[in-house]
T-cell receptor
Framework: GQNIDQPTEMTATEGAIVQINCTYQTSGFNGLFWYQQHAGEAPTFLSYNVLDGLEEKGRFSSFLSRSKGYSYLLLKELQMKDSASYLCACMDSNYQLIWGAGTKLIIKP | GAVVSQHPSWVICKSGTSVKIECRSLDFQATTMFWYRQFPKQSLMLMATSNEGSKATYEQGVEKDKFLINHASLTLSTLTVTSAHPEDSSFYIC?????????????FGQGTRLTVV
């Protein structure tokens, strides 16, 4: 079956760095997405990886290893506004998104 | 990025009535639209996938006669919750995707918070 795993909750300190991991097993692979979702709001797109390696975009970076079925989202210089849920999603061979349960990130001063 | 508009943002209705939620792609043609439901502190649950001009494909456990989906044009899909009950209260979110080569990311509407009293 298809499965996406990511930690349920993480806590980090303002100004620090945090890495949110995601492992996946899907029928085919057409890329991995990271979304940010604040409580009560719809998800917003953060990144898309389809090739191995690190994609950097400002304070956020996303890494993919297709051979390991693994990705991480790296957040640097954490700000209080980064407190949110972070959703990992894979696109399978049918171009359907398979969603992880999300990681709730709590930022403390 | 592309814009998806969802309306209404929130709605309160009486038990037994029906509610229609609209999802529009404003600057691209959405060949595929997705409807999700999200309960508090839970992840997105895909309810159904619809392609323009054809019947929606519902996920297991989702009643197609209760959650009516219409995708009559490339820019509009609607979800109608028929005979709503309090257990249908949830956050409903649509997303839309255009040509798969050009729009691999899914763009989300703002979501609709439905409360059935």
């Amino acid at each position: 079956g298809q499965n996406i795993d990511q930690p349920t909750e993480m806590t980090a300190t303002e100004g620090a760095i945090v890495q949110i991991n995601c492992t996946y097993q899907t029928s085919g692979f057409n890329g991995l997405f990271w979304y940010q979702q604040h409580a009560g709001e719809a998800p917003t797109f953060l990144s898309y990886n389809v090739l191995d390696g690190l994609e950097e975009k400002g304070r956020f970076s996303s890494f993919l290893s297709r051979s390991k079925g693994y990705s991480y989202l790296l957040l640097k210089e954490l700000q209080m506004k980064d407190s949110a849920s972070y959703l990992c999603a894979c696109m399978d061979s049918n171009y359907q998104l398979i969603w992880g349960a999300g990681t709730k990130l709590i930022i403390k001063p | 990025g592309a814009v998806v508009s969802q309306h209404p943002s929130w709605v309160i209705c009486k038990s037994g009535t029906s509610v229609k939620i609209e999802c529009r792609s404003l600057d691209f043609q959405a060949t595929t639209m997705f409807w999700y439901r999200q309960f508090p502190k839970q992840s997105l649950m895909l309810m159904a996938t619809s392609n323009e001009g054809s019947k929606a494909t519902y996920e297991q456990g989702v009643e197609k006669d209760k959650f009516l989906i219409n995708h009559a044009s490339l820019t509009l899909s609607t979800l109608t919750v028929t005979s709503a009950h309090p257990e249908d209260s949830s956050f409903y979110i649509c997303s839309a995707r255009g040509d798969r080569e050009r729009y691999t990311e899914a763009f989300f509407g703002q979501g609709t918070r439905l409360t059935v009293v």
